[in-house]
């Protein structure tokens, strides 16, 4: 005998015939007649005809077809809002029963009938129980009030059970206080300003007691809750730290997570010297290995959520790589989770295992799996150095397995490599080439055409392999074509000889026969080039590529620690802010990490500043210095010269092109020019950003240095070219004394020893005036400083640029060559200021056509800060006169070699460039004292 | 909060609908049979699911795919262990949990629904408070009703609701006290093809079936407790005895129930208790492979291994096997590729062996992937960890209760990579 009785229907009049159950005499009936009817309701079946009999049979004294009846009121009251109001006399009735569970269940039933007219009739019956003596009664009221705020928002403030609620999380008993927080948290995020959960240090203590006592469920509330407080210091954050701990035990995985959240949030202002932090980072890291041995869905969710904890705190899971290896019978939304992690926690001590895991998965059926683990591969060797050999030989395995989609994948992240580790593994372009064949996906193509035209030189039959590609140009995509065009030119340049008849081809292809204007926008610019000035054209097209960042996908600090806000949350599983996208575009409150603050220090120090947002405001989101930097450089610059227009690197690429090539062409194209400024990337590894964001930091504390302007370091020989030693450097002068100043990094892996340089002959005779002073042996990663101190005595012969520079340095493995610029000023003497007499009459003497003329702009400095600054450099003003609101400077410098040069400065007020005109008997120098003076006034 | 629950079946029809605040129309679901279409096994459908309007977060369990309709933020966690506990108690109502039965229970499952949200807010979601309103059905109590008229209501509140204790109902009395604790740990490992391990950690479970009478409080302590990495406990158990003796103080629900749950990771170096040999080759040329297995015994501290299944799905290129076992019975299905092998009880004299060859599809190059073998299999009496109960003693009662232990081990989520 069971309920699938009620499911079969007989006759065509069913309803007719429940009807006339309903409405007999019998007791039993009745009731099996309800059961019917709900049985009905459960699968869809439309059974509202039957509303005023169901309504009959609420009079009873028997409670289970009373809470049949129920079931059947909530569902149906809000089609028959009229027929609904005949029962609120039975909930007024019922609310006062003896029976504590007949009161709840009276008023939570009430509650769900979302009928404007009941609920008018719900407010006493509501305002009693919310003060009933039976606890059961006061929690359902609780709930209640939120169902009511739901319905009617103005009703419930008006009759001030908001207040009501309020108190109820002084309650004595704690499920009572955890449906009131939990009430209040629901009305409280459809109304984001208003402070209905204003917490203060007694009410956080009222809930963390109640957090002991209270049901899961309760508890998840409390803590959601709890983790928007900011405490008031350290003390208090470690002490609410303390209390919720236990929590990380509890079986119910939401009420873990939820800890989480709660403690990873008040760690934030916890000194990290404390000893409980490391107490508490180490009591992190078990509860959430256990979470990924709960249900999929369980798991699913908890490395979403893990994967914001290992970004912002990886020291908590860096041992436990191994619980995210992937099982074969894993769900694929839980792989692709793993495997996400996986590579973030990869490091250089772990780096064994994952590969073999990596190239395990590559093995699987599921496609989209195969191809992610192919890619991580491609980012664990970039991400890790030490690794990447290893990377390359298993991925030069799967390449050979010769499955279509693990080649195709293989060649995309092979040509990362290369970016990231350019002249170490292209003896592997063979292999990639016999795959050509087999690529058919865009990117595919794109990566191996990319390689094939950046290594044109070492590749016999490059323009075969490019030519195949070109026979069906138009077919390829937008992508492809791109990169098609771009290595025809580079190969265009690298063998000009063989390959003119398919650079013509390719252009007129992407000119004249493409709709797409980005195409011929590139085809058009390449064909300028080309036919103007080829040189150039190699200077732009073939300069050196920035290398590409390690991590390319982790989330923008800010968002990351807003997010850390909403660990446990639908937000955490998006990885999106709720901003983004809850229903309804309510302004819903940012959430900012508090800041630390400790409890013996009244002020905030000034690294926390910025955090101290007070909670509830909204967090500045502007990016830092240096992103809105790459950001403008980016617009400027935008359309690509060449390189890939990869997602994760096209930015870095088309700004430096241009950038590069210009500088390139500046200087005069010798291989290894090291840039005079720090505009390309000082650092080897830094994206272009941070690059800029040097230059800014230069600006700003340029200002406080005496003596002459120093140029910051800028690396001079890359390690991957010096058998791992790099060398950056500067030029310095200081009290007549010139010096080089050095950085030498051992970035191999043997100890370095048997320092010493020596220069070539140079245009002013600089030679090291004494001996390279290293003295202890240089260990792997150690970075040593020198100065070197420099004489004006060394032989002559004059260079191209003038301020060229060819140095070599030998240590025990071997000679290394480079080259630098040195900028000018370094050699303008002390002695350099001219008499007044003296100067007038040399002005005349040197002739007009040795006189040169710059613009200097940007440099809206008045003549006295002019003057001031340029003396510290040995400029020194002679003379200055007042000529119709012009300001002129008259200005003298002796270089080491006893060349003097006069100058005229004109300053006008309010214009931010001034005129320089150079009146020297060695005119060549002209250009570089500008260059000189240039750097000196914008720094 | 939680706004409808829809449970539907694996041809996608939704046979139960529940609203716990307005009526959310089912054709929300299309979104969830989009993804369910998208995805290959029912078991790779997404756990949340965005709408325009809603948020799906469903678990898939029992052939049954759970599917919670949400409208605001809500942790999902919460929403997921919430499902985890509908489908819990559905399988202690009736035993299963399966379309049929819920469908022949459809009036009692709408109301233990009805008792467990109100508004979207759990009420009541632990079984034994549940039983106490909403009686299950049983073959008796629906004679017994039909006869007397009497209801499967109960018209008591339950009053484990509100006290300090809400997991225990009072008066509980029974003729015969017994408190039996199976101490359960599955091995989760990987084995490389080589054989050695790459990671194996213990999921331990402590299941307590506790029949006493009054309020017992009971402490029960290990001879090493510090083997537990990571534990969970029922609400029940006083963490701060735990925290500083590293003893287990409680007063037990009456029933079933999980006591706690532990994890020794796999930094304790845990034991693997059988081994598999595999020979599994795909000639290039032939139309034939070989397969050889034996599985045998390792660390199993003298005890037998029982219970053993070798499950492998083999590669879309294997036609067919034709495989002989020295013991036991095997099946191989040609359409899913599916060979399963039941080994039953390891002979440490006499290994258990399944070989011979299997036919590939002819001109076809050889399978990229080695299978992976899935192994099953159980051990009685042991706790493979080395956890061992100390002693349970029990306090607030005067009567003697009768005690017992059982220790298990079985295989979780074990594969040995061929």
Known sequence: ?939 | MIHSLFLINSSGDIFLEKHWKSVVSRSVCDYFFEAQERATEAENVPPVIPTPHHYLLSVYRHKIFFVAVIQTEVPPLFVIEFLHRVVDTFQDYFGVCSEPVIKDNVVVVYEVLEEMLDNGFPLATESNILKELIKPPTILRTVVNTITGSTNVGDQLPTGQLSVVPWRRTGVKYTNNEAYFDVIEEIDAIIDKSGSTITAEIQGVIDACVKLTGMPDLTLSFMNPRLLDDVSFHPCVRFKRWESERILSFIPPDGNFRLLSYHVSAQNLVAIPVYVKHNISFRDSSSFGRFEITVGPKQTMGKTIEGVTVTSQMPKGVLNMSLTPSQGTHTFDPVTKMLSWDVGKINPQKLPSLKGTMSLQAGASKPDENPTINLQFKIQQLAISGLKVNRLDMYGEKYKPFKGIKYMTKAGKFQVRT
């Open chain 1, 1 to 939: 005998m069971t309920d699938s009785k009620y499911f079969t229907t007989t006759k065509k009049g069913e309803i007719f015939e429940l009807k006339a159950e309903l409405n007999s005499d019998k007791k039993e009936k009745k009731k099996e007649a309800v059961k019917k009817v709900i049985a009905s309701m459960t699968v869809g079946k439309d059974v509202s005809a039957l509303f005023p009999d169901v309504v009959n049979c609420m009079q009873t004294d028997n409670l289970e077809l009373k809470k049949l009846v129920y079931l059947y009121l909530m569902n149906y009251a809000k089609s028959q809002p009229d027929m609904a109001i005949m029962a609120v006399n039975t909930f007024v009735k019922d609310c006062e029963d003896p029976n504590p569970l007949i009161r709840a269940l009276a008023v939570r039933t009430m509650g769900c009938i979302r009928v404007d007219k009941i609920t008018e009739y719900l407010c006493e019956p509501l305002r009693k129980c919310l003060k009933d003596e039976d606890p059961y009664v006061r929690k359902t009221a609780a709930v209640c009030v939120a169902k009511l705020h739901d319905i009617n928002a103005q009703l419930v403030e008006d009759q001030g059970f908001l207040d009501t609620l309020k108190d109820l999380i002084s309650d004595s008993n704690p499920m009572v206080v955890a449906n009131a927080v939990a009430a209040l948290s629901e009305i409280a995020e459809s109304h984001p300003s208003s402070n209905l959960l204003d917490l203060n240090p007694q009410s956080i203590n009222k809930l963390l007691t109640a957090l002991n006592e209270c049901t899961e469920w309760g508890q998840i509330f409390i803590l959601d809750c709890l983790a928007n407080y900011t405490p008031k210091d350290d003390r208090e954050a470690q002490s609410i730290c303390e209390r919720v701990t236990p929590r990380l035990s509890h079986a119910n995985s939401a009420v873990v997570l939820s800890a989480v959240k709660v403690l990873m949030k008040f760690m934030e202002m916890l000194s990290k010297d404390l000893d409980y932090y490391g107490t508490l980072l180490k009591k992190l890291a078990p509860p959430l290995v256990t979470l990924l041995s709960a249900e999929p869905e369980l798991q699913y969710v908890a490395l979403r959520n893990i994967n914001l904890i290992v970004q912002k705190r990886p020291e908590i899971l860096k041992h436990e790589m191994k619980v995210f290896f992937v099982k074969y019978n894993d769900p694929i939304y839980v792989k692709l989770e793993k495997l996400d992690i996986m590579i973030r926690l990869a490091s250089q001590a772990n780096i064994a295992q994952v590969l073999a895991e990596l190239k395990e998965y590559a093995t699987e059926v599921d496609v989209d799996f195969v191809r992610k683990a192919v890619r991580a591969i491609g980012r664990c060797a970039i991400k890790v150095e030490q690794s990447a050999e290893r990377c390359v030989s298993t991925l030069l395995d799967l390449i050979q397995t010769k499955v279509n989609y693990v080649v195709q994948e293989a060649i995309v992240v092979i040509k990362d490599i290369f970016r990231k580790y350019p002249n170490k593994y292209e003896s592997v372009i063979a292999t990639l080439c016999e795959n050509l064949d087999s690529l058919d996906e865009p990117e595919a193509r794109a990566a191996m055409i990319w390689i094939v035209g950046e290594y044109a030189e070492r590749i016999d039959n490059a323009d075969e392999l490019l030519e195949s590609f070109l026979e069906g140009f138009h077919d390829e995509s937008t992508q492809v074509q791109l990169q098609l065009l771009t290595a025809i030119v580079k190969l265009f340049l690298k063998k000009p000889t063989e390959t003119q008849e398919l650079v013509q081809q390719v252009l007129s292809l992407a000119t004249q026969d493409s709709d797409n204007p980005d195409l011929r926008d590139r085809g058009y610019i390449y064909w300028r080039l080309l036919s103007t000035d080829p040189v150039a054209a190699k200077e732009v097209v073939l300069a050196e590529k920035p290398l590409i960042s390690e991590e390319t996908d982790l989330i923008e600090p800010t968002l990351l620690d807003e997010l850390i806000c909403y660990i446990g949350t639908l937000a955490s599983v998006y990885h999106k802010p709720p901003s983004a996208f809850v229903e309804g575009g309510r302004g819903v409150v940012h959430k900012t990490l508090p800041p630390r603050t400790a409890s013996n220090e009244s002020t905030e120090s000034p690294e926390t500043a910025p955090a101290g947002a007070p909670p509830g405001e909204q967090p500045d989101v502007i990016p830092a210095q240096g992103d809105l930097l790459g950001d403008l450089l980016n617009l400027d610059l935008g359309p690509p010269v060449s390189g890939p227009p990869l997602a994760t690197s096209s930015v870095q690429m088309g700004a430096v092109d241009l950038l590069g090539g210009g500088l390139d062409s500046l200087i005069g194209g010798t291989n290894f020019v090291a840039p005079p400024t720090a505009a390309v990337p000082a650092n080897l590894g830094a994206p272009i950003g941070s690059g800029l964001s040097d230059l800014f930091d230069l600006t700003s504390g340029v200002g406080t240095l005496s003596g002459s302007y120093v140029a910051p370091k800028a690396v001079w020989l890359p390690a991957m070219k010096a058998k791992g030693l790099e060398i950056s450097g500067t030029f310095t002068r200081q009290v007549g004394s010139i010096s080089m100043d050095l950085q030498l990094t051992n970035k191999a892996l043997q100890v370095m020893t048997d320092f010493a340089i020596q220069f070539n002959r140079n245009s002013f005779g600089l030679a090291p005036a004494a001996p390279l002073q290293v003295h202890a042996p240089l260990s792997p990663n150690q970075t040593v400083e020198i100065s070197l101190p420099l004489s004006t005595v060394g032989s002559v012969m004059k260079m191209e640029p003038l301020n060229n520079l060819q140095v070599a340095v030998k240590n025990n493995i071997d000679v290394f060559y480079f080259s630098t610029l040195y900028p000018l000023h370094i050699l303008f003497v002390e002695d350099g200021k001219m008499d007044r007499q003296m100067f007038l009459a040399t002005w005349k003497d040197i002739p007009n056509e040795n006189e040169a003329q710059f613009q200097i702009r940007d440099c809206p400095l008045n003549a006295e800060a002019v003057s001031s600054k340029l003396q510290s450099s040995n400029i020194f003003t002679v003379a200055r006169r007042n000529v119709e609101g012009q300001d002129m400077l008259y200005q003298s410098l002796k270089l080491t070699n006893g060349i003097w040069v006069l100058a005229e400065l004109r300053i006008q007020p309010g214009n931010p460039s001034c005129t320089l005109s150079l009146k020297c008997r060695a005119p060549e120098v002209s250009q570089h004292v500008y260059q000189a003076y240039e750097t000196i006034l914008k720094n």
